[in-house]
């Protein structure tokens, strides 16, 4: 009959003996430290934003434009917070919305030197930041005989890339 009372109580300390242990530590006798360590481990995903200080420019064509052939404008900065390098890039559509008949290319806007076409372009770069401004300049070419009176607008698109 003792048998019987003892095998399960030294079966229930088998499995409580197997139990893992999370953290343990003991004091020794007379004193001292029990240091424990624990390991941490963090994911740290890609985090990036650009911003725009306005979302439209407006150019004034003046006689003195159409003369020089072409107008400066102060454009947008860019307000870029990255954690790795990053790249920011302008393209636009093909051609201005302009008056009837007006086929203006998106070719006659520089921004900050660079010709601005249907495709990506990179306009400026940089590693990680907590804030890298960059001004933007726009320069628009204007003809007598290429553009008649008449509104002009075109949609400019910056573009973020982080690897």
Do not use: E
């Amino acid at each position: 009959m003792r048998l019987k009372f003892t095998l399960p109580i030294l079966g229930a300390a088998m499995v409580f003996a197997a139990a893992p242990v999370q953290a343990q530590c003991s004091v020794p006798p007379g004193g001292g430290s029990c240091p424990l360590t624990h390991a941490l481990r963090a994911s740290v995903t890609t985090v990036a934003s650009l911003n725009l200080s306005t979302p439209a420019s407006t150019i004034n064509v003046t006689a003195a434009d159409f003369t020089a052939g072409s107008n400066s404008t102060t454009g947008p900065t860019l307000d870029v917070k990255a954690n790795p390098s990053w790249t920011v890039s302008v393209h636009g559509p093909a051609n201005w919305n302009g008056p009837s008949g007006t086929s203006k290319p998106v070719s006659t806007i520089t921004v900050n030197a660079v010709n601005v076409s249907t495709t990506a372009t990179a306009l400026a770069n940089g590693t990680a930041t907590a804030g890298a401004t960059t001004p933007t300049t726009l320069v628009t070419t204007w003809g007598y005989i290429t553009d008649p009176p008449g509104v002009y607008d075109i949609t400019l698109t910056f573009t973020l890339t982080a690897p």
